[in-house]
């Protein structure tokens, strides 16, 4: 699961309206995507976590910068869908570009290494219009997001086995 | 540097030249001593004196490397921390087409002339820009954008300017290249669920699928003729599939389960991929038959993304 504090860390007001649902529809795609049950596997950048080692690169300006908001969304297998465990991270990154209009994020899609470098970039580029649409529905402007993807150049786990997919498969939200 | 070619067994001579050459150009003057052996031998050219382009990946940068078609004298065009895919060569063998990711973070497509160095964006719109291509013309090439949302494939000036959309559909588009007639564009799409090869008039009209055998067929690449498709298909492993497309007969021609990037030799002779070997990315050539192959360079580093230069070095 994700973790708990994860949560904790968004505004409690937000938050329950979150969970309260209401504005829980699903972007719509061109198919449905399918259905697998997994357990989510837990992101590298957990914030609260004083102990762990987390590799980021300052010199590639991907800094998580505003250090009390999650910005990763983790993403089934061949799936655009953000699941409703992701939705507070995509709500809470929309409230703070509606509350400071100034403000502009990128999505950056990314996926797992498995098949061509130009179709995965595609499918991360899937992902990231994904958070975008969802966002602009939440009360961002389309002019404050630019959707882009690495495909799957930058992964963060190198392993070749589900657990690394998994942690790749995901869009991060960066300041610009 | 001079040659004559002796037939043994008529005890003829099959003639010979000389040429002038710089030292630097030593192995170039050998490759089209090879080239011309090869014709009066096969009739056909040879491919010998031709180029490949291919990224390396190793201690955390990444280079677009030029060598000569065995791999020798590696020379880097473009060094970058990011990641850099698919290279595409000119027509005439002068400029490099590739997606860089380091400047702009993100996909942005860079043209660059290989002897000067010299380079300069192709396309930078809103969202990514990918999957260069260029015309059997060279006066342009398609390329994947994603400025109006989704990734559609366009045609852009080889001067750069304004693209013209080509796929219409609301699905992924993208991977497109040009058959040799210059009118028709292969390319990838998820329109019916899956990846799967279409062609369609460059022009616009109606697009036909090309693959039909399994779930995720991706990375068309067409034979200098025209009659022969390479791809990838997604079995079990990723396999390089050959189709003849006149009869549809699809085969495999490898036994390597990570086939990536396939591209044929100018002569239609050979064919180009990156593979998994012991672990490592690594290129391949092979007969478009799939009888003869052989592993390029051999340093410790990652090699992808390889694509066969045309002739006329």
Partial sequence: ?176 | MRYRLWDVVKGADQGGQSEPTLVPDLRLSAHHVSDQIYQKLTGEKGVFSTRLAFVTHGGGSYSLVVTDSDGYNPVPVRKARESVISPSWSPDGRELAYVSFEENHKAVVYVQNVQSGERRVLANFRGSNSAPSFSPDGSQLTVTLSKDGGSHVFVIPRAGGNPTRVTQSTAIDTEARFAPDGRTIYFVSDRGGGPQIYRQPLGGGNAERVTFNGAYNISPALSPDGKLLAYITRQGGFKLMVMDLASGDTHGITDTDDDESPSFAPNGRFILYSTRVNGRESLMTTTADGRFKSVLGDSGNDYREPVWGPFGR
């Fill in chain 1, 1 to 176: 699961m994700r973790p708990k504090n994860s949560l904790t860390l968004l505004p409690a007001a937000l938050a329950v309206a979150a969970f309260l649902g209401g504005c829980s529809s699903p972007v719509k795609l061109d198919k449905p995507a399918p259905v697998e049950t997994r357990q989510p596997v837990q992101g590298p950048t957990d914030q609260s976590s004083q102990s762990g080692v987390t590799t980021v690169d300052t010199t590639k300006g991907n800094q998580i910068s505003a250090a009390n908001l999650d910005r990763v969304i983790y993403f089934d297998f061949d799936s655009y869908v953000v699941k409703d465990e992701f939705r507070p991270i995509v709500e809470a990154n929309a409230q703070m570009l509606k509350t400071d209009r100034s403000k502009k994020e990128v999505a950056e899609g990314h996926t797992d290494e498995r098949g061509g470098s130009e179709y995965n970039l595609a499918l991360g580029q899937k992902r990231a219009e994904a958070v975008v649409k969802q966002m602009v529905l939440l009360g961002a402007s389309d002019g404050q997001l630019e959707a882009v993807s690495y495909g799957k150049e930058r992964p963060v786990a190198t392993g070749h086995d589900e657990d690394s997919w998994a942690k790749n498969r995901r869009v991060e939200l960066r300041s610009k």
